[in-house]
């Protein structure tokens, strides 16, 4: 991280904040509180801003994550789609303690509050990859594709 904001210009404008924040994430899979703080005294905001910036995206992390990360949205229109059915699937696939992580390292699980595709739903994304019109086989076959 020290080399990636010694190489970030001094001062930075607010409208290259977002496409440092995807920059930092695929280069090191998470936005972190040392590289928020670092951002927002060159960008000269209060680190809640940045934060604030990044947390409406759900495609950000704030902790580390694992090799499969689970975001299953539960916004109203998801969650109006028996999402607690498909919750359970994926549970049962991963095995995924109540930290969030299965214990092999395989999968990280989260909710999301909107994945942006709201008429298409229940939705899932595993890492870039978006998955719409979720059935509880759509889940058995990702799964069994991902073992
Ligand atoms: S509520 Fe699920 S994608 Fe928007």
Known sequence: MEKYLKDLKSEID??????????????????????????????????????GIASFYPQFNFSPK????????????CHLKNIKELKAEIFKHTKLNSNGFSSDGKYSFEFVNCLGACAQGPVMKINDKHYINLTKMDIIKIFHELE
């Open 14 to 51: 607010r409208s290259e904040i977002l496409p440092i924040l995807i920059d930092y994430q695929e280069k090191f899979g998470f936005l972190n509180y040392d590289f928020i703080s670092a951002l927002s005294e060159r960008a000269n905001l209060p680190a809640g801003n940045i934060y």
């Open 66 to 77: 694992a090799k499969y990360n689970i975001k299953l949205c539960s916004g109203i229109s």
